[in-house]
């Protein structure tokens, strides 16, 4: 990947997170940002940091969140699919999520999930999901 690609990448989340924190009451945002913390210093597993999040958010907070997600994930595969010529990004074989099938099967965008993924530390993410 070249240093553009993953410049505008990059942008992209930053954008997400920016977008999804904003939709967030001061409140839910100070919520969130401390169990962002707590994930990021490795006192919270990512599936209680996720749950955590999520029961912090209103619905309309999380409609939200899941928009900004669904915004970016889009934008990110045009601008891999633009950079290979129109092809659509490598790895996507199969059938698409939701259309059946057993294991390996994505799990449905995540509200607070999103919001972990884009506020935490990239090394407290890859320490976490780590056998």
């Known amino acids: 990947m070249t240093p553009e690609m993953q410049a505008q990448l990059q942008t992209l989340r930053d954008t997400a997170k920016t977008t999804s924190f904003n939709a967030l009451s001061a409140d839910h945002r100070t919520k969130v940002q401390a169990i962002v913390t707590s994930f990021n210093s490795g006192s919270v597993s990512i599936a209680d940091a996720v749950t955590q999040i999520d029961a912090v958010l209103t619905p309309s907070e999380s409609a939200a969140v ?3 997600g669904q915004t970016m994930r889009d934008a990110m595969r045009k601008a891999i699919s633009d950079a290979n ?24 965008p995540d509200a607070g999930r999103i919001l972990l993924q884009l506020a935490a530390s990239p090394d407290a993410l890859r320490a ?3 056998p």
Not at 85 to 108: D, E, I
């Open 66 to 68: 899941l928009a900004a």
């Open 85 to 108: 010529g129109g092809s659509p990004p490598p790895g996507r074989q199969g059938p698409p999520p939701g259309a059946g099938g057993g294991q390996g099967q994505r799990r449905p």
């Open 128 to 130: 976490a999901v780590q």
